[in-house]
């Protein structure tokens, strides 16, 4: 069987995209992974299925991850599939249908995306974390980091506050930390400079992927993992290895995201 093929990217974050609501798209965690292959394969940091959803959201959207593993929530892929949607129905803001809830997407001057990703959920449970802890500071620490904040942002975050990233060998530490016994899902562990009250330098090493250009779920809980820090404002610049995303935790708990989407190539693969 063969099957048509976007590839996609919000700041160098990159996902293959298939469209399986007319014809269901069969996939197994072989499968996902041997398309992740960036040697053998096309390659992604996510793939995404666009599925068709009930009443009240304009589409379903599958994750995995390069590892095969599904996730809960992806920014940067879901301001992607929604830019789609948009276009192909011709409405300025589309509802994205994920496993953690539904996300309202809406068109921004200059081609931007802006994306609700709901709330930062901050319980321990919500994290989740193996046992009760103050998800503010968490007794962790591996070589030169330590004490991180969590939450969930539909997905399981912890951020590291450095402070300087340039002196951090990141790929040392970020695979014995997503899989930290403090993380019964593992998670997605974000690395931290303030450099400015509205500016954040930020890079994730992400759950089943690893090092990313940019990861939008993790943007937003670095920002409000440094703003309940005192570190920031609730509305400031995060910058990644692949460029900026806007963020802002609103009074509500909602957390928006706003960055620039792009179509890289189309293709077809044999499934
Ligand atoms: N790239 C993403 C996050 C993707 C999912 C993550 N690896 C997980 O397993 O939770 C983003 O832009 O948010």
């Known amino acids: 069987m063969t099957t048509p093929f976007r590839k996609m990217h919000g700041l160098g974050n990159d996902f293959v995209v298939l469209d399986g609501r007319q014809t269901p798209v069969p996939l197994t965690t072989e499968s996902v992974v041997a398309i992740g292959d960036r ?49 192909e129905l011709r409405k300025p803001s589309v509802t994205v249908r994920t496993i953690s809830g539904d996300l309202v997407a809406t068109a921004r001057d200059g081609g931007l995306v802006e994306v609700d990703m709901g709330e930062a959920r901050l319980g321990w449970r919500d994290v989740p974390l193996a046992r009760e802890a103050d998800t503010l500071r968490l007794p962790l620490t591996l070589g030169p980091v330590s004490d991180p904040a969590a939450c969930s942002m539909g997905n399981p975050h912890a951020t590291f506050f450095v402070p300087s990233l340039d002196a951090l060998d990141i790929p040392a530490v970020g695979p014995a930390l997503e899989h930290d016994a403090w993380f019964p899902e593992r998670a997605n562990i974000g690395f931290t400079e303030v450099l400015a009250p509205d500016h954040l330098r930020l890079v994730v090493w992400e759950r089943g992927a ?5 990861c939008g779920s993790g943007a937003c809980a670095t920002l409000v993992n440094a703003h309940r820090r005192g570190l920031c404002n609730r509305t400031a610049t995060v910058s990644l290895p692949g460029g900026d995303l806007l963020i ?5 708990g909602h957390v ?5 989407v792009a179509t890289a190539f189309l293709g077809t693969l044999e499934l």
């Open 39 to 87: 040697r053998r394969g096309v390659g992604f940091d996510q793939l995404i299925v666009i599925e068709p959803a009930d009443d009240g959201a304009d589409a379903f959207m599958q994750i995995r991850n390069p590892d095969g593993s599904e996730a809960g929530a992806c920014g940067n892929a879901t301001r992607c599939v929604a830019s789609l949607l948009m276009e």
């Open 210 to 214: 690893g090092l990313t250009l940019a």
């Open 248 to 252: 802002q935790w609103r009074e509500d």
């Open 256 to 260: 928006l995201m706003t960055g620039p």
